[in-house]
C-alpha cells in the first residue's frame, strides 16, 4: 500500500506535499481563519483533518511515508490510509481509535491561512473540545449521516456558541455509508437547523462529505451532483468571518506585571483587552478607583503616542498609585463594574458535582480571588437548551449560578469581552480545573458600581448572616440546622408532655416558648461563668 497510489477521482489534480514550492501569495499570509472541528465520538473529525490536510498539500513527504507505515499497523481502513493518524498521535488515541487531546494543525493555501484545532467527542473529554473552541472563530461540527444529531453534537454546538463562535460548518459524513442519499442529508439538516435555531449563530452552512473518500472535501463531488453548494476547504477560503470590534469601546489592561527594572521607572504591563489608550488620557485603577492619567506608553517595538486592544504594551502613569498583578487599568470613561457577586453560566468539567457552598479559586484575565458557590438557578437541557430546575451541577452540564467573592473582582459580561468575562474555577486542594464560566449581565444592571460601594449593604448583611451562623454547605451552618432542629424537636416533645398533664393548651404553649427561649441564654451565661473562673488544671501548662 502506498499513499501515492490513492485513486485520482476524475478531473483531480495531484496534491502538493508541503515540502514543495506551494506558490503563495504574500495575502495568504494576512488572512488567518482559526477553527475547530467536533462533533459526536466516530463522527470522523479527525479523518476529515487528515484529509484536507492531504488535500491542501499540507502533509511533508517523509509524513506520508510515516502515514503508510502507522496505517498498516494502527489504521482502520484496510488497505487505504487512515487519515485520522496525521492527527492522532499520542499512542493512547491509535490504541483506542479515539481522540482525547487537542491537535492543532497550521496549514495554507493559495487564498488563507489556517490554524484548526481536532478536539475529541468523547463526553470525558468535553474540557479538551471547551478549550479548543475558546479561540476559534468557526466551528466544523460533524453529523455521522447514520446516527443523526446525537446528545453530544448538541452539546458540542451549545459549548461552541457558548465560547462565542457565530458561524457554524455542518459536515453530515459517512454519506458513502447511506448509499449518498439525498433525503437523509435533507433530513439530518432540517434537524440540526430547528435544534440550534435559538443559539445565536450568524452562519450555517451544511455539508455532504465522505471524508475518508475525499468527496466534496477539497473539490464538488460527482457522486453527490444535487449538492449545488462548495466544497468543504473551498468554502473555508471563502467565507467571512466579523472579527470582534473591540477598539469602540473603553481603553482596559488587566496589569500582568508591574515592571520595575530600576529606581527612576515603574510600569505596568499587560494586552489590552478592548479600546484604544493615548499619552495624556485619563485612567482609573480598579477596584481601588483611584485615578491618574497615562504619562508613557511603551510597546514591543518602542515609545509610542497610542496602543490598541490586543497589543501588549507597558504604560507608566504621571501619579504614584499602588497598582499591582491584578488591577485592572480602564479609561475613565469606561464602565467597568466592580462586584462581589457574579452571576455566570458554568460549563462544569469536575468529576465531582457542583454543590452549593463549595470553594474554589477563579481566575479572570490577571485576577485570582477566591469563589464560592451560591445558588444554581438553573441547569441546561442538552434536548431542547431549555432551562429546568436543578440543585446540583455533573460533570458536561451546563447551568447558571451565582459566586460570592472574597474581594471585589473587575469584570464585564462575557459578550462584551472575552478577556474580562470569561474565567475558570480551579479546586484548590487538587489544583483542578473544575468549570470554565462565562460573566452574564446582571437582571437590571445600567451602571458600574462605585468602587467604594463594592461592599454593599447587601454584602455586610449576608457576611453578618454567615458570621451568625455559617456559610452555605459548611460544617458551621449544618452545625446551626442540628441546633434548631433539636431546639424545635425538644420544644414539641415538652408541649405534648405539658398538655397531656395539664389540659390545657394556653399554659402548655407557654412552658414550651419559655423553653426555647429561656435555655440557650441559660447555656451561655453558665458557660461564660466558668470562663470567668477557670479551674487551675485546665490552664495551660497546669500540673506539669
Known sequence: MAVAAEKKRPGATAPLPANDSSGLSETAQHSLLRFITCGSVDDGKSTLIGRVLYEAGAVFDDQLSALDADSRKFGTQGAEPDFALLVDGLSAEREQGITIDVAYRYFATEKRSFIVADTPGHEQYTRNMATGASTADLAIILIDARKGLLPQTRRHSFIVSLVGVRHVVVAINKMDLVGYDEAIFDR????????????????????????????????????????????????LE??????????????VLPVQWVNRPDL???????????????????????????????????????????????????????DEVDISRGDVIASAA??????????????????????EGGQFVLKLATQAVNATIGALDHSIDIEGFKPVPAQVLRMNGIGLVTLRLDRPLATLPYQESRDLGGFILIDR??????????????????????????????????????RLIGAPGTPDRRLWWSAVSWRLLSTAGLFGAALALTGRPGVSGVLALGDFALRPTLRGLHARLWQRHPSAALQDGAGI
Open 264 to 318: 527612576d521607572f515603574r510600569g505596568y504591563a499587560g494586552t489590552a483587552a478592548r479600546g484604544r489608550a493615548r499619552v495624556g488620557d485619563a485612567v482609573t485603577v480598579l477596584p481601588s478607583g483611584r485615578s491618574s492619567t497615562i504619562a508613557r506608553l511603551i510597546t514591543p517595538s518602542g515609545e509610542a503616542s497610542n496602543a490598541a486592544a490586543g497589543q501588549a504594551v507597558t504604560l507608566t502613569l504621571a
Open 238 to 251: 471563502a467565507i467571512v468571518v466579523e472579527q470582534e470590534t473591540r477598539d469602540e469601546a473603553g481603553f
Open 334 to 355: 469606561s464602565s467597568v463594574p466592580v462586584r462581589r457577586e457574579l452571576r455566570a453560566r458554568l460549563l462544569w468539567t469536575g468529576e465531582r458535582a457542583m454543590l
Open 188 to 235: 439530518i439538516a432540517a434537524d440540526y437547523r430547528a435544534a440550534v435555531k435559538n443559539l445565536g449563530f450568524r452562519s450555517i452552512d451544511i455539508i455532504p462529505v465522505s471524508a475518508r473518500d475525499g468527496e466534496n472535501v477539497m473539490r464538488p463531488s460527482t457522486t453527490m451532483p444535487w449538492h449545488k453548494g462548495p466544497a468543504l476547504l473551498p468554502l
Open 429 to 466: 486542594i487538587s489544583n483542578e480545573t473544575v468549570a470554565f464560566g462565562f460573566v452574564v449581565a446582571e437582571p437590571g444592571a445600567g451602571r458600574s458600581l462605585n468602587p467604594a460601594e463594592a461592599l454593599c449593604t447587601a454584602d455586610r448583611l449576608r457576611q453578618a448572616r454567615n
